[in-house]
């Protein structure tokens, strides 16, 4: 074998498996020709066979082609095996695959328990009662626990903070927000003009244009009052 082969296969970890074609044949005249299988594959180095042949074995040389060319194939025994192994490595495989896919499936499983666990504790946990809150009922209890015994003794004086529930809007501020979040400006104008700046500009041009026309058409001052007197005549 070629030394860089050789360095090749040790620095990347190859198993090899060295032997004898001899050591794989069962007729009387055999070739002791010798080979060396390499490769990832586990439990390769099972495969060595070195020549252990009787005495009664005659092994031949490999001179001419015909001799030759019959030795390169690998025999029947080696063949089969080289086979039994790589199904057996392939069944390891599959085995090992399937097992990890069924830790990876029991996994999410109890991540899915887990989860339903926690949702179904935050359905049945009572809801908290309203009144002070747990900021505030922590920091009055902090308070109580400052005071020394002696001083509450002395001064004759009840400790026990009692913080007041949550303040209700009045009904005038109940009012005034719903005032001043009115549509239209049908609760306060004023307001609703100074929040409106395009309704402000367009009222202005509005009397602008209402003056033009009184002051082109003073004839129709009349003819509204005709009419509103009308109006009122017939009440």
Not at 132 to 152: H, M, N, S, Y
Not at 202 to 227: D, R
Request: glycine share 6%; aromatic share 8%; with cysteine.
């Amino acid at each position: 074998m070629l030394p860089e082969i050789k360095k090749f296969m040790g620095n990347v970890g190859m198993e090899k498996a060295d032997f004898n074609t001899c050591a794989c044949q069962d007729t009387k005249r055999r070739w002791k020709k010798a080979g060396r299988f390499g490769g990832k594959l586990s439990s390769l180095a099972g495969l060595s066979k070195p020549c252990m042949c009787p005495a009664w074995v005659v092994h031949e040389a490999l001179v001419g082609a015909g001799k030759t060319s019959a030795a390169a194939e690998y025999p029947e025994k080696l063949a089969e095996a080289y086979a039994d192994l790589v199904i057996k490595i392939w069944k390891k495989q599959l085995q090992l695959e399937w097992w990890r896919n069924q830790s990876d499936l029991t996994s999410q499983e109890v991540e899915m328990l887990r989860a339903s666990e926690k949702k179904r504790k935050r359905e049945e946990r009572p809801p908290e009662p309203r009144g002070i809150p747990r900021r505030l009922e922590a920091e009055t209890q902090r308070k109580r626990e400052e005071v020394a015994p002696g001083d509450a003794m002395e001064d004759n004086v009840d400790q026990e903070v009692q913080m007041p529930g949550p303040l209700r809007p009045s009904k005038r501020e109940i009012r005034e927000k719903e005032n001043y979040n009115a549509i239209g400006g049908m609760r306060n104008p004023m307001r609703t003009l100074e929040r409106l700046t395009k309704v402000r500009e367009f009222g202005m041009k509005m009397v602008h244009w209402w003056v033009e026309f009184v002051q082109k058409y003073p004839e129709a001052m009349v003819t509204a009052q005709h009419l509103m007197g009308l109006r009122y005549a017939s009440r």
